[in-house]
């Protein structure tokens, strides 16, 4: 699958790449979810006018701008009537990213979604799913040829399972990426209250991008 960093000089630079946040509905309801208290208000915003529709819809896309890359968020994309029918639509014309909670069938979407042009996201979620269901899953997605990637937000309660997940995707030699928690917890507003101890110990389990996303949520690590 074609690098979401491409090098500049390469005929992939010069790809579209879109974000489509397809819906803001989602089957899990954490605590420390950017929606957790809006959820409602939200859902009323969704339209679902079919999958022929979005087929129009991209297919006009690709007539215009040519081949390019769909990261598809949400909400949780899995739970889109429809969504494996669409995406056999849409690979064709597009590479795909999805940015999920893995709660989907992944058995079932592997018997029809061949690897190579997907990418997958997949956001543990301690307080829905339990660590080792999870990452049976990534390793049977791994091993079938999926490009994935594995990320959990700083949530202060879950810190040991942070650690235990890195552990779990070094084993793996999966890049694990830790998104900081935004939103209040214990009367603190995060990331501006993670102490220093927390944010180094987030940074030394992702040195990557916790740094660069710590700061740009507004806390220096």
Partial sequence: MPSTNPPAHSESARRCYYTWDIHYDCNYRCSYCYFHDTWDAQQKLNRYPGIEHWKAVW??????????????????????????????ALLPKFTMEFDTN??????????????????????????????????RKVRALWLARYDIGVSCVAFPEHYEELRKLHADTKALRLPLTIMPFRGTHQGKTYPAAYTEDESRMLCSLDAQNAPRSMAFYGKKS
Avoid: N, Q, W
Wanted: include cysteine; glycine fraction near 14%; charged fraction near 20%.
């Fill in 59 to 88: 297919d006009g896309v690709f007539a215009r701008y040519g081949e390019g890359h769909l990261h598809v968020s949400g909400g949780e994309p899995f739970t889109y009537p429809g969504i494996i029918d669409l995406i056999e």
């Fill in 102 to 135: 893995l709660s989907f069938d992944a058995a079932g979407f592997m018997r029809r979604i061949p690897p190579g042009r997907v990418k997958f996201c997949a956001t543990y979620h301690p307080e829905f799913v339990e660590r080792g269901a999870f990452l």
